[in-house]
């Protein structure tokens, strides 16, 4: 069987409080108690009195922590006293699953299905699989499972069709019915609008979502076809669920959206068309908010969305493309939006980790001349790459707002956003070729007692070496595209600016150079082998590229200048 230990799956549970923090907090301290899990997020919320759960870990711990957190919830949580804005049917009212790493779709729907048996076996709270999960086209749907919600699902499990995947079908009352399945990644996203009603709010979200709305005839009856089913006309936007609901604690009415995959509709297009259709219905939309986390994709593509409407480079950093879609989306307007705790690859993050990238430009010099072989040369020159690609992306964004050079700024800023790229893995190498020196080390202090151990040892050791040879070959790689940028930039770019571009392609130079003699030095005994020959070749003729194309890039310059 296929060992799971490194794939990571993430779970989020929407539990049937949002109210009562010490509730929450007991179903989220089940989650904690698992080693191996980290909790992301806790987002309660109480008009809905609902609360959304992220964790992620590998598979067996993020079943082992569901269930539990399943568990406390039926025992801390009567469904019969629930109030909320949200449709519900459980005290744990939907647990999705979603693959993010090591793990596929179909492998996850096994661990679903695990734990579905098991709550449905040992709680006794009936569970109905959903998604990539079930294996009824007319259950796949959340929305259809959860149709007539707490209040109609004594008389709708006991129908044939409503039976249980797992469980009795018998209606559990304190605890309700549970969805567990497998899904994509599922933002969860509030457009908040100018108005308190809920009937002007279901009219954009019916506008914008997929399955839209009923049709209607002159006299407002729908329209149903021969077999008598209603006839849905739909909606703008593809993989789009909305509702329209009046939160009482904001005093405004929202329109509640689970986009469902964000490659078909992208967060920003779902706020523009948001917008569009509650201007057309004379409504105001004055911001938004995130519930739970959302991938760093869909904020940087937010970000670079905004700024090409502004004809605005789109080269600049990760942090400056969240600020300007946190401020395009109006995430900020209800509660202040972190980054830092909302986006999902800043959470799953090692932040104990010690990374030169991090430090200031005095620590970091610093911390290159202790009396340690690491940070190194191989680091410096990755260094050195990312400031040349970094002075080739600034002379691409001044060109790119150059007044009179606006027809231009698309132009320059594709340039921009190809060095921004470069100097974002440059910073990487500059950690990672230090990473690179550590598992050498790590290698050689493998024990060697006997054949088996030193042999283990020697093939370690090699692993390890290529990896060294590996890193600052790419740092020469990457840095001879920063040359060709640097050189663009020196031709066209904006003309007070030539010399930046001069000193980028010396970086580059420098890299090159730094990286080459790294790559030379690390191939020690490895040097007749077939991988490690082909690296050195190519190293070779990047090394004398370099040099040519520093005296071409110098002359070219310094001709400028005359």
Not at 426 to 436: G, I, K, P, Q, R
Not at 545 to 562: H, R, S, T
Request: aromatic share 8%; net charge neutral.
């Amino acid at each position: 069987m296929k060992d799971f230990k490194n794939a990571i799956i993430e779970c989020v549970p929407n539990f049937s409080e949002g109210r009562n923090m010490n509730i929450i907090k007991q179903i989220t301290d089940e989650i904690e108690k698992i080693e191996g899990i980290k909790l992301l997020d806790v987002d309660p919320g109480k008009a809905t009195n609902r609360t959304v759960v992220t964790f992620v870990g590998n598979p067996n711990d993020v079943i082992e922590a569901a269930f539990q957190a399943i568990k406390k919830a039926g025992e801390l949580i009567d469904m019969r006293t629930h109030k909320g804005e949200h449709p519900r049917m459980g005290t744990t009212d939907v647990c999705p699953l979603i693959p993010i790493s090591g793990i596929t779709t179909e492998e996850t729907v096994a661990f679903a299905k695990m734990l579905g048996k098991r709550v449905g076996e040992e709680l006794g709270i009936p569970v109905y699989l959903y998604e990539y999960a079930s294996s009824n086209d007319y259950r796949k749907n959340l929305a259809d499972i959860r149709s007539g919600e707490y209040e109609g699902f004594a008389t709708k499990i006991v129908k044939p069709e409503w039976k249980p995947d797992y469980g009795k079908a018998v209606f559990n009352e304190r605890s309700g019915a549970t969805v567990i399945g497998v899904r994509d990644f599922l933002i969860a996203y509030n457009v908040n609008l100018n108005t308190t009603s809920t009937r002007r709010a279901n009219a954009v979200a019916f506008d914008i979502r997929e399955r839209g709305r009923t049709k209607k005839d002159e006299k407002g009856k729908i329209v149903k076809d021969a077999n008598g089913e209603p006839i849905w006309e739909p909606g703008l936007l593809k993989s789009v669920k909305a509702i329209g609901w009046y939160i009482e604690e904001y005093g405004i009415a929202q329109i509640s959206v689970n986009l469902t995959n964000m490659h078909v509709t992208p967060l920003h297009i779902l706020f523009d068309t948001a917008c569009e259709r509650a201007n057309a219905r004379g409504l105001r939309v004055t911001g938004s908010e995130l519930v739970g986390l959302v991938p760093l994709e869909a904020m940087l593509e937010a970000g670079k969305y905004f700024l090409r409407k502004q004809q605005r480079s789109v080269g600049v950093s990760d942090a400056e493309l969240i600020k300007i879609a946190v401020a395009s989306l109006g995430l900020n307007e209800l509660t202040p939006f972190d980054p830092q705790k909302k986006i999902i690859e800043y959470r799953m993050r090692d932040t104990t980790a010690k990374k030169l990238v991090d430090m200031s430009l005095t620590s970091f010099a610093e911390e290159t001349a202790k009396e340690s072989p690491a940070p190194g040369g191989g680091s410096i020159a990755a260094y050195c790459g990312a400031m040349g690609a970094a002075l080739g992306t600034m002379v691409a964004n001044l060109s790119s707002h150059k007044k009179g050079w606006d027809a231009r700024w698309e132009e320059f800023s594709n340039y921009a956003e190809q060095g921004q790229k470069m100097l974002t893995e440059f910073l990487y190498l500059v950690d990672e070729d230090t990473n690179a020196f550590n598992k050498i080390m790590l290698a050689f202090g493998l024990p060697k007692s006997n054949d088996e151990e030193k042999a283990a040892r020697k093939a370690a050791i090699d692993a390890a070496t290529v990896y060294a040879i590996e890193i600052p070959f790419r740092t020469m790689e990457l840095a001879l595209q920063s040359f060709d940028l640097a050189k663009k930039m020196a031709e066209i770019g904006i003309p007070n600016s030539v010399s930046d571009a001069a000193v980028g392609a010396l970086c580059a130079r420098t890299a090159i150079k730094g990286g080459y003699m790294n790559v030379r030095i690390n191939a020690g005994d490895l040097k007749d082998d077939a991988k490690i020959k082909a690296i050195l070749e190519k190293a070779e003729a990047i090394n004398k590229a370099a040099d040519a194309k520093e005296k071409e890039i110098w002359d070219f310059v310094l001709g400028k200048m005359k």
